[in-house]
């Protein structure tokens, strides 16, 4: 079955450094990652879609990347700060037709000031 | 835009009784709805997708007669947790997607505390 993997639960940086976070999936390749941010007690809002032949893609200080031969998206915050602080969810197709997905435990970045 | 809503966003109910969230989409139709349950630490668990006016597919382990799903319309998903039970306690968020969307839009979501 489709596994996706976030390794790390926590991750602790501080302000203005670049924080990354990994994702592994296992199986055949997702057609898209996605990424989402979650804050406490709140819904996972939308960041970022990479799709399976692209191989990077940017939105302001945020930056994922696709590698199909690790089976890993890489996400990217630069000059990180404080409000950046909240947890990370990765999120893979179901690989059927509706559209679902299979979301990893989530990584919880703190930057420190 | 896309912007889905809950609602309540917090419900403390007595053990046997039914509990029914909404979840609206406001700005945009959505032909697919799902709806997820989140313990503590824990990542998001699909329970169910449902399209509208057709019946909810739910997940193995998800039992149907107990999670009542409604997508009556292209903007509202009710998830109705009947005979509730202490371990129905959880964070339920929903999430919805256009026809011509990639992503699912989440709702803030709905602390349930069965006591």
């Known amino acids: 079955s489709q596994k996706i993997e976030q390794n790390s639960e926590a991750l602790n940086i501080q302000e203005g450094k670049t924080a990354t976070l990994t994702c592994n999936y296992t199986?055949?390749?997702?057609?898209?990652l996605q990424w989402y941010r979650q804050d406490p007690g709140r819904g996972p809002v939308f960041l970022l879609l990479?799709?399976?032949?692209?191989k990077e893609k940017r939105k302001e200080r945020l930056k994922v990347t696709f590698d199909t031969t690790l089976k890993q998206s890489l996400f990217h915050i630069t000059a990180s700060q404080p409000a950046d602080s909240a947890t990370y969810l990765c999120?893979?197709?179901?690989?059927?037709?509706?559209?679902?997905?299979?979301f990893g435990k989530g990584t919880k970045l703190s930057v420190k000031p | 835009g896309a912007v889905v809503s809950q609602h309540p966003s917090r419900v403390i109910c007595k053990s046997g009784t039914s509990v029914k969230i909404e979840c609206r989409s406001l700005d945009f139709q959505a032909t697919t709805m799902f709806w997820y349950r989140q313990f503590p630490k824990q990542s998001l668990m699909l329970m169910a997708t449902?399209?509208?006016?057709?019946?909810?597919?739910?997940e193995q382990g998800v039992e149907k007669d107990k999670f009542l799903i409604n997508h009556a319309s292209l903007t509202l998903s009710t998830l109705t947790v009947t005979s509730a039970h202490p371990e129905d306690s959880s964070f339920y968020i929903c999430?919805?997607?256009?026809?011509?969307?990639?992503?699912?839009?989440f709702g803030p979501g709905t602390r349930l505390l069965v006591l």
């Open positions: 999430s919805a997607r256009g026809t011509n969307q990639e992503t699912q839009y």
């Open positions: 999120a893979r197709d179901y690989g059927g037709s509706q559209g679902n997905l299979i």
């Open positions: 199986n055949y390749s997702p057609a898209y």
């Open positions: 990479i799709r399976e032949n692209e």
């Open positions: 449902s399209n509208e006016g057709s019946k909810a597919t739910y």
